[in-house]
């Protein structure tokens, strides 16, 4: 710069249209955030997608029959379903419940024990036929294994309340693993 009375040199003076407040000196080039954005953007959907959850059991709810207990106000439900193991694990049930909705309300129950299903069957010779193998607590499947499978359960339902129901599904809940549900 030249002495203090002197006019100042104009190139050392900055121009007002170049204030450094404004956007182009202040903020990056728009071009690469764009692109970084998007990076991680498809990083993160990548990553959750690979670490998604996957059910654990694939299947559905095959038959269901029920036969009312005369005198009683309930009915024997037996569920039939057809489940297989797509976790890539063993898995082991820890209890299987059925649960039926309709104007009444909701109504459930565990399944019962295997060793009942005889008895079951010789009182209610109507529920015989839809009593296939016993799905059981504790009941381990194999990785890939495909397995079908009878659940039986009383309801405080008569079999007119019972054939008149929205909703029927199973909740099937493994130790370790989200519980599962099949609706018919």
């Known amino acids: ?18 204030e450094f407040d ?3 000196h202040t903020l990056p080039p728009a071009a690469p955030i764009i692109v970084a954005i998007l990076a991680v ?13 996957k059910p654990v059991v694939q299947g559905g709810i095959d038959d269901v029959f029920a036969v009312e207990v005369p005198n009683v106000h309930s009915s ?27 104007g009444w309300g909701e109504s459930s129950d565990t399944g019962a024990a295997g060793v009942d299903f005889p008895r079951y069957a010789a009182a209610f010779p109507d529920l015989k036929p839809h009593l296939g193998a016993p799905l059981l607590r504790e009941s ?11 659940i039986l359960v009383a309801l405080p339902l008569t079999r007119a309340d019972f054939e008149a ?18 609706r018919k």
Do not use: C
Request: proline share 9%; net charge neutral; charged share 20%.
């Open 1 to 18: 710069m030249g002495t203090p009375n002197s006019t100042p040199d104009p190139a050392e003076i900055p121009a007002l249209h170049e």
């Open 22 to 24: 404004d956007p182009k």
């Open 41 to 53: 953007g498809l990083v993160l959907a990548l990553a959750a997608w690979m670490l998604r959850s």
């Open 76 to 102: 024997l439900v037996a569920v039939q379903v057809h489940l297989k193991n797509s976790s890539g694990k063993p898995l082991v049930l820890r209890e299987a419940v059925v649960t039926a909705r309709g």
């Open 140 to 150: 381990r499947f194999a990785p890939d294994a495909e397995v079908k499978g009878t």
């Open 165 to 182: 129901r929205k909703d029927l599904s199973v909740t099937l809940n493994f130790y370790d693993y989200p519980a599962v549900e099949l």
